[in-house]
């Protein structure tokens, strides 16, 4: 338009006028995304994080969320973050070397047990796949744990391998004192170098499904969805990822302490 402007030699063309043009093209193009758009309720949910974070510093591009301390939050807001990362917590340090045998090193049954525990809360809601690119892209490598019980098999004598490949074979062995034996050197050759931590880690990732490294949870406020990005462990608010003034329509919520 700026151009068209001087081609013609029409005079009136401003900084102000430019400005006030490219508010109304992108609420143009905002209020044209209906199923995107924010009903009041959400509106003023976002707009209270809006004014704390100050509108200089929100972020309009995608893969960049505007970041916001968990201490300046609105306290309810604070506290549904709170308590899905002490569901997180609390799932996370349920795995250990201890519970991880061949029967449950297995990322089906790990994704299943550890969803199924976290729904019984009532925020946990599944994956967020980030289609729409507003959160950072996350590469989601395979996970380790298939890995481990697989080195367990190849390694295996035909006689312990004979075992392992029948149902609940941990179960199995206790009737065979040099299985059991063979079994515990190669589980524990299998998760050398992982800590109980890091172990924890790989069950909680199981529930991206090889697919997303983003977790989703559902919030009892107007700032309704959490996303957890299990690889880089950040956690993620957002109004329903609806959009409201062209802003990226996710926080990124900083200082939220470490699983």
Not at 213 to 233: G, P, W
């Amino acid at each position: 338009m700026k151009t068209e402007y001087g081609k013609k030699g029409l005079a009136g063309w401003s900084e102000t006028l430019s400005a006030q043009l490219t508010d109304l093209v992108r609420k143009s193009v905002v209020d044209s995304l209906t199923p995107t758009q924010m009903d009041k309720g959400e509106q003023a949910a976002f707009d209270k994080l809006v004014s704390i974070v100050g509108v200089a510093n929100m972020s309009r591009r995608k893969g960049a969320p505007t970041p916001i301390p968990l201490t300046s939050l609105p306290p309810q807001v604070a506290e549904d973050v709170i308590g899905c990362r002490q569901d997180l917590y609390d799932e996370r340090h349920r795995w250990n070397r201890g519970q991880l045998d061949l029967d449950t090193m297995n990322v089906v049954y790990l994704s299943s047990t550890a969803s199924t525990r976290l729904k019984e809360n009532g925020r946990y809601q599944g994956n967020h796949t980030n289609n729409a690119g507003w959160l950072p892209v996350v590469v989601v490598a395979p996970n380790a744990i298939a890995a481990m019980r697989q080195s367990i098999i190849d390694k295996a004598s035909p006689a312990l391998g004979a075992e392992l490949t029948q149902p609940n074979p941990v179960q199995r062995l206790g009737a065979n004192r040099a299985n059991q034996r063979e079994y515990e050197k190669l589980h524990a050759q299998a998760v050398a170098g992982y800590s109980d931590p890091d172990l924890g880690d790989l069950a909680i990732a199981a529930m991206g499904f090889g697919v997303s490294a983003y977790i989703e949870f559902n919030l009892t406020t107007m700032i309704s969805r959490l996303m957890y990005d299990f690889v880089n462990k950040k956690f993620y608010l957002t109004a329903h990822y609806r959009w409201k003034d062209g802003y990226n329509p996710f926080f990124e919520v900083t200082g939220v302490p470490a699983l």
